[in-house]
């Protein structure tokens, strides 16, 4: 069966001449780096746009690969002249990675990550990852993690609506400023992070959960993940944060009963 490519809609248009640039790893060269740069590709824009350089960022990448050559091994058919990014389905390559991943670390790819070609003048780019996302960098720190990134925890400095579980433990709910018809539009990119959940323990207020928004191939769901933990429960649709406190308060209820056992406050 040959693969089923479709285009991405992107917000920006790559320039149809100057080639990339693709950032890989993490290594910082020097102690005066900072933080570590993403791995990204750069492209400069087009200039009906402005010109100036994009950057795509990648949500949970799980392999990176470039060639060189004006005719990739895929039937890309552009519909306008502007499209260059595709998400490729029954990818042969996300399959092979999808068997590696699963023999080695049981972790699958086929339901959450896709295969993406970013095409240029005689370059292309292909990436297997759950989402993308795309920023113009500071053109002084261009290789500086983006700022206000979708995947970012939420500022602290948006209002926090206090509740207090059955258990004891006092904890805090952010929602995203972003409005709804935004968040669904950038969710067919990269999740969205729609709620924070925050614990209050011994008077500090630390993220402990997240909701996040994914939309692909019109089907929209919001997962709740716990840092190192993974998914916690999944639901259909746009959610409130109602639709995800049975299973929050089933973790809080561990949390206080931990506290308990040792002999701490809740």
Not at 193 to 206: A, C, E, I, P, T
Not at 251 to 262: F, H, K, L, N, W
């Amino acid at each position: 069966m040959a693969p089923i490519i479709r285009p991405v809609g992107v917000p920006h248009v790559a320039d149809p001449v100057l080639p990339p640039r693709l950032v890989y790893g993490e290594l910082p060269l020097s102690s005066r780096d900072g933080d570590r740069p993403p791995t990204a590709l750069y492209y400069e824009r087009a200039q009906g746009e402005g010109g100036g350089l994009g950057r795509v960022t990648f949500e949970e990448l799980d392999a990176v690969r470039a060639a060189r050559g004006e005719r990739p091994p895929y039937d890309l058919r552009r519909e306008t002249a502007g499209e260059w990014v595709f998400s490729m389905g029954d990818s042969p390559w996300l399959r092979e990675r999808h068997e590696y991943e699963t023999r080695h670390y049981d972790t699958p790819l086929l339901d959450a990550y896709q295969h993406y070609v970013f095409l240029f003048h005689d370059q292309f780019v292909e990436a297997i990852a759950q989402g993308i996302w795309f920023d113009t960098p500071d053109p002084s720190a261009p290789m500086a993690p983006p700022a206000g990134h979708p995947l970012d925890a939420l500022p602290d400095t948006l209002p926090a609506e206090t509740h207090r579980s059955p258990s004891g433990i006092e904890w805090e709910l952010r929602r995203s400023p972003d409005p709804a018809a935004d968040l669904l539009r950038w969710s067919e990119l990269c999740s969205q992070h729609l709620y924070q959940f925050n614990l209050v323990l011994d008077g500090r207020s630390s993220p402990a959960a997240s909701v996040w928004l994914r939309s692909v191939h019109g089907v929209s769901r919001c997962r709740m993940t716990r840092p190192w933990a993974g998914e916690m429960a999944r639901r259909d649709g746009l959610v409130q944060p109602e639709d995800f406190f049975e299973p929050w308060e089933g973790y809080v209820g561990e949390v206080a009963a931990r506290r308990r056992q040792m002999g701490r406050p809740t």
